[in-house]
């Protein structure tokens, strides 16, 4: 159910910033249907899988952490469409990682017990910190799927590069400078707009990430996952896109 608008809405900067990002979103979106409805056909697929996993919630982390990872998937096509590129890369870190350790947790119950205390103690915290680590978790993919493992650490890689952690590639590409010969000024845009380069890219990030997660999630929840040829559907909906 959508809230009814207030009268006063855009009269500050805040929701003139919003206004801005769903107009970009709705304008991606409709084009994105009309030549690459891949995203939407990806969320299909984890629909379905939410449907199984409704009615069996075993395991139950995995399973409340797939979820998670499906929201994850669609804060990143939204951040992403509505210009945000750089911004949708932490969140799209997020549902890979959701997947990480769902599979470490599947492979390992006493990582799940670890996870569950975190909260309890310095020590605890401390102990999960390093449990659930980037280099432990993608360990454990490569453990059970080498090829896969593989990839997804390139994936990683490239998120962090691009947006999930501050660094040169998430900060200069939407910086412009104009200089003369006494004055040096820049410019840098919080919403790009839609037809830069870095939307094909990014919305490929989506793609990317999403359907490795839905393979990492097949090494989870094997047999419910075969029932609804989930790897087959990945295949078909991964043709084209770069590991």
């Not at 799940?112 to 978790?137: H, I, P």
């Not at 412009?176 to 010969?181: F, I, L, P, V």
């Amino acid at each position: 159910m959508t809230a009814p608008v207030s009268s006063d809405w855009d009269a500050d900067r805040l929701s003139q910033f919003i206004s801005a990002a769903q107009a970009n979103e709705k304008l991606v979106c409709q084009e994105l249907y009309k030549h690459e409805p891949r995203l939407s056909q990806i969320f299909d697929v984890f629909e379905l899988c939410i449907d199984v996993l409704t009615h069996n919630a075993e395991p139950r982390i995995p399973a409340f952490m797939f979820h998670r990872a499906v929201g994850a998937f669609l804060g990143g096509c939204r951040l992403t469409m509505s210009g945000q590129f750089v911004e949708a890369h932490p969140v799209l870190r997020l549902c890979l990682e959701l997947s990480l350790y769902s599979l470490h947790i599947h492979r390992n119950s006493e990582a799940g017990v670890v996870w569950e205390n975190r909260a309890k103690s310095s020590t605890a915290y401390s102990k999960c910190r390093n449990e659930f680590g980037a280099g432990n978790v993608l360990r454990t993919l490569k453990g059970v799927d080498p090829k896969l493992g593989e990839v997804v650490e390139r994936i990683y890689s490239d998120l962090v590069d691009f947006g999930a952690h501050p660094n040169i590639d998430a900060i200069y590409p939407s910086v412009s400078w104009k200089a003369s010969a006494t004055v040096e000024e820049y410019s840098t845009h919080l919403l790009v707009p839609p037809d830069n380069i870095l939307m094909p890219f990014t919305l490929n990030q989506c793609a990317r990430v999403s359907l490795k997660v839905l393979l990492i999630y097949c090494h989870v929840f094997t047999g419910r996952f075969e029932v609804l040829d989930v790897r087959g559907r990945v295949n078909v909906l991964g043709a084209g896109l770069p590991g």
